[in-house]
């Protein structure tokens, strides 16, 4: 059975720091490209950043310079730092993975079940 299960969300100050990790269990890890989206209250799900699997960064525009990803596959462990926070980046963030490579809207083929990120003003 697939598992995506993400950790480390919570309340933080504007300005302030989180770092967000995923583990995967139940495929191959390695094989997959693996990353983050979310989705605010009243908004679409959205795109965070994400590694192709060959090398490009897709990232929103609104994250560029605050947030980094990051990967350990000898963990099947995927990270989001995320620095500089603003209140708009309040959401329940996604770990999710795509089987080979990722180019964007390129379906997602297993979903973590999120964790809830709140940034007060």
């Known amino acids: 059975e697939v598992h995506l299960v993400e950790s480390g969300g919570g309340l933080v100050q504007a300005g302030g720091s989180l770092r967000l990790s995923c583990t995967g269990s139940?495929?191959?890890?390695?094989?997959?490209?693996i990353g983050w989206f979310r989705q605010a209250p009243g908004k679409e799900r959205e795109l965070v950043s994400i590694?192709?699997?060959?090398?490009?960064?897709f990232s929103a525009e609104s994250v560029k310079g605050r947030f980094t990803w990051s990967r350990d596959n000898s963990k099947k462990m995927v990270y989001l730092q995320m620095n500089n926070l603003k209140p708009e980046d309040t959401a329940v963030y996604y770990c999710?993975?795509?089987?080979?490579?990722?180019?964007?809207?390129?379906?997602?083929?297993?979903w973590g079940k999120g964790t809830l990120v709140t940034v007060s003003s």
């Open positions: 139940g495929f191959t890890f390695e094989r997959y490209a």
């Open positions: 999710a993975a795509t089987l080979g490579g990722y180019a964007p809207g390129t379906p997602m083929d297993y």
């Open positions: 590694n192709s699997g060959y090398g490009d960064m």
